[in-house]
């Protein structure tokens, strides 16, 4: 019988109860007692409350059982005493139950972790857009893209872009786009999609945000390699023996006007000849330095990155231009940057940008009645390390601001084209960006975002 041992010791203390209350009654009818009716009464209020105990102990414990399940608490044992095996195997069945909530809800945490570990560290930004506008990053990639945790609503998005904050707001599900916004003064791609998911009956929209600009950049960039690459080596391969020629054809000039004598009726002849030869040469060489400076754009090697403390660096390029700009009349302003503000750079090749722009902007300001130049870092909103280059020159037309990074592409007369395509590409293998744009107050300003 799964329950003859708690039906026995319920029989029991109801028959001890029931004994002790027959008894007080005698005592309490049949004697003048009063001691012992109070002991024997005392003793049967007790019995009665052990009772109650005994039977209301399974109820405290099915009881205890089902608000740990309410609560998610699953650390509670329970105890039935000395009610018998039936007892104990419903004691057995709750531990079990327990245990087993308590592997599900580890189970599901662990899964929780791993996917929340898996969201925050995809290299796509996610967000979320509720129905009232609300939004809110979702991964570490999100956070970086926009700038939590101030961007928490469509309102605040307008700081990147009219474009960007339109295209955000009228996604719809299963919608693809391409947008643009703007960071720290950069203008960037982003691949929009957007979904739509119901949580709590409540509906709100999925945004992945994937930042195209490196690819872009990337491509453009190998595109040029490829185009200067070839370029150069068919010219290279063109004027070689050109300049090979040229030149032994003017030494042949030289030797033949030399055996003729200044005197000889050819002499005017064979003077013109060598003039024709000598531009041809020049030309000749003019064009190979042409080729030898455009082949170190497909010929940069990786970077070495290491901590550039800037301050130490500003002054540093400052020694280095110093005696050459002193006789062009031109001033270099350095400015403060904040303390210990460093970049991740290879300082060769941050040598090779900055100086090509440091020097074209000295070029630039010589136009200025007093030729100044700045040199300036900081950190922008995000905090991100930017140096500025600015000129008092002429600016820049705006049709021109596309332009002026692209290999060839000069505005000087005898200028190459290399410098700022070449500035362009060691940003690009920094990781970073290189604007120019109109210096308030005249003239033009190059910033380098780290």
């Given amino acids: 019988m799964a329950f003859s041992r708690f039906a026995t010791q319920l029989c029991l203390r109801v028959g001890a109860l029931f004994a002790l209350l027959a008894a007080l009654a005698a005592l309490v009818t049949g004697t003048d007692f009063v001691v012992v009716p109070g002991l024997v009464g005392a003793t049967a209020v007790w019995q009665a409350w052990n009772v109650y105990r005994f039977v209301n102990r399974t109820n405290v414990e099915l009881a205890r059982f089902l608000d740990a399940i309410r609560y998610d608490d699953f650390s509670p044992s329970f105890s039935m005493g000395h009610l018998g095996p039936s007892f104990a195997d419903l004691k057995t069945a709750f531990e079990t139950v327990m245990e087993r909530f308590r592997a599900t809800r ?186 030898v400076s455009y082949r170190q754009l497909t010929h940069l090697p990786p970077p070495q990155k290491h901590q550039i403390a800037l301050t130490a660096y500003f002054r540093r390029l400052e020694r280095l231009l110093a005696t050459d700009w002193k006789d062009r009349g031109v001033t270099l302003h350095l400015g403060q940057p904040p303390e210990g503000l460093t970049v991740a750079a290879d300082e060769s090749l941050l040598d090779q940008a900055i100086i090509n722009i440091v020097s074209n902007a000295a070029d630039a300001a010589t136009a200025a009645e007093n030729p100044q130049v700045w040199l300036d870092a900081r950190l922008s909103e995000r905090g991100r390390p930017i140096i500025e280059i600015g000129d008092n020159g002429a600016g820049i037309d705006d049709e021109l601001a596309e332009k002026i990074f692209l290999p060839f592409f000069t505005t000087k007369a005898k200028g190459s084209g290399v410098g700022l395509s070449l500035a362009r590409q060691v940003m690009l293998m920094h990781k970073g960006a290189i604007t120019a744009r109109p210096r308030p107050g005249g003239g033009a300003l190059f910033q380098l975002s780290f």
């Fill in 106 to 291: 580890e189970s599901r945490e662990v899964q929780r972790r791993y996917l929340e570990a898996l969201v925050e560290h995809i290299p796509i930004a996610l967000i979320s857009v509720q129905s009232d506008g609300k939004v809110e990053m979702l991964n570490n990639a999100a956070r970086q893209l926009l700038d939590s945790p101030r961007r928490n609503s469509l309102r605040s998005l307008e700081s990147f872009g009219a474009v960007f904050q339109r295209d955000v707001d009228r996604a719809r599900a299963g919608e693809r786009r391409l947008t643009r916004t703007q960071i720290d003064g950069v203008e960037r791609h982003l691949i929009l999609n957007a979904t739509e998911i119901k949580t709590g009956g409540e509906s709100q929209r999925l945004l992945s945000l994937q930042d195209i600009q490196r690819e872009l950049d990337a491509t453009e960039l190998s595109a040029w390699q490829d185009m200067v690459r070839v370029l150069s080596h068919e010219i290279g391969n063109s004027i070689t023996p050109i300049a090979s020629l040229a030149k032994t054809a003017d030494d042949m000039v030289i030797d033949l006007r030399r055996e003729l004598g200044r005197e000889s009726e050819l002499g005017d002849l064979v003077s013109d000849i060598h003039d024709a030869i000598d531009t041809i040469t020049r030309r000749s060489e003019g064009l190979m330095r042409f080729v």
